[in-house]
């Protein structure tokens, strides 16, 4: 140590224990006046806040107040008696609008087994009245498009007004403007053609091609008065096919008719016998066309206007495939325990 240093050193030392005397003497003074209590001095107090500023914080939040004690929390805790609350009832539910509406217009159709939810699905009653007051309207108007479809386009001409309910028991054939509604536009028109073809089919002047697969219709207006040997024959605008007007068959080719008369009056009485076993006049409305029966079963169609009918007693078709009881009271198939007329196959039941 310098002579320097040792001087500022020593001088230090002496300013410092002045001071420490000098703060002893105001402590006793202090002492004597507050009764022997001692008041931390300036120094006691930088002491203190130092030892204070020395401890661990804690990770929590801490007071501003450093000197204020607060005290200690009860370790012991308690648990109170905790009421549990009454279940609320549970409020119920109002289906809305459009879930009603739902639950109402739910409906399966018979046919394709969908379950459909909206009502315009499903024809309106009011549509088919007949229908609705003998049964449920089950089948949706897809099906019963399909339907329609399918009956002009198997039976040709000979549907009009013969379009049946696809619901068996029900009876009831479609009317022109239900056809109309529920058909789909080439459906309607074909079966419009065919209903204009059967309205036509009432004149005298009317044919209908005879020719299997052909339908087509026309107006033929004999020429001389059905006097020349060809007068009378007409040939189907559609296909061709020469047919007889007068005696409405295929034509006779090499005879006129008064030939043709004639064969057939001087034939023979067995073959009179024989016509009269074998052929059958249609029972179609207007028709009255020869049918001869070749083989095949008992379920008769005509070809030239599409009636169908029992062979053995003439009734309809679209009856007596419902129910027995359309049958002729003399009818063999009337009876419960007869078979089926899709079942006899023979020109005669004998044969069967």
Same mark, same amino acid.
């Given at each position: 140590m310098g002579l320097g240093q040792g001087l500022f050193w020593g001088a230090g030392k002496l300013a410092a224990d002045r001071e420490k005397d000098q703060e002893q003497q105001q402590q006793q003074q202090q002492r004597l006046s507050n009764g022997g209590h001692l008041t931390p001095t300036r120094s006691d107090q930088r002491a203190e806040e130092v030892r204070v500023q020395a401890r661990p914080r804690s990770a929590g939040r801490t007071t501003s107040h450093r000197f204020q004690?607060?005290?200690r929390a009860s370790t012991t805790t308690t648990t109170p008696n905790v009421i549990p609350a009454r279940p609320q009832p549970v409020a119920a539910t109002t289906p809305s609008a459009g879930d009603e509406q739902m639950l109402e217009f739910a409906r399966k159709c018979i046919i394709c087994t969908e379950t459909y939810t909206n009502i315009d699905d499903f024809p309106p009653p009011h549509i088919l009245p007949e229908c609705s007051?003998? !049964?449920?309207?089950?089948? %949706?108007? /897809?099906?019963?498009?399909?339907?329609?479809?399918?009956?002009?386009?198997?039976?040709?001409?000979?549907?009009?007004?013969?379009?049946?309910?696809?619901?068996?028991?029900?009876?009831?054939?479609?009317? !022109?403007?239900?056809?109309? %509604?529920? /058909?789909?536009?080439?459906?309607?028109?074909l079966y419009d053609e065919y209903g204009l073809q059967n309205i036509l089919a009432k004149r005298p002047s009317f044919r209908r091609c005879l020719r299997p697969g052909c339908g087509n219709g026309q107006s033929y207006e004999v020429v001389g008065g059905g006097d020349s040997s060809t007068s009378n024959k007409m040939e189907c605008s559609a296909c061709g096919f020469a047919m007889c007007f007068k005696h409405q068959c295929p034509w006779h080719e090499g005879l006129s008719c008064e030939k043709y008369d004639s064969r057939r009056q001087s034939g023979v009485e067995e073959t009179e016998l024989w016509l009269a076993d074998n052929t059958k006049p249609c029972p179609g409305p207007d028709c009255r066309v020869t049918i001869l029966k070749d083989g095949g079963c008992w379920h008769m169609t005509c070809r030239s206007c599409m009636f169908e009918f029992c062979w053995n007693c003439l009734a309809d078709w679209s009856k007596i495939g419902v129910d027995r009881k359309w049958h002729k009271p003399d009818c063999w198939f009337r009876d419960e325990r007869a078979p089926l007329l899709t079942e006899v196959v023979g020109n005669t039941l004998e044969e069967a």
């Open positions: 004690t607060r005290p007051t003998h !049964h449920s309207m089950d089948t %949706c108007r /897809a099906c019963l498009t399909k339907h329609l479809e399918t009956q002009v386009g198997s039976k040709e001409a000979s549907i009009w007004e013969q379009l049946p309910c696809p619901k068996p028991d029900c009876g009831h054939f479609y009317t !022109h403007e239900q056809v109309r %509604c529920l /058909a789909d536009a080439d459906t309607f028109a």
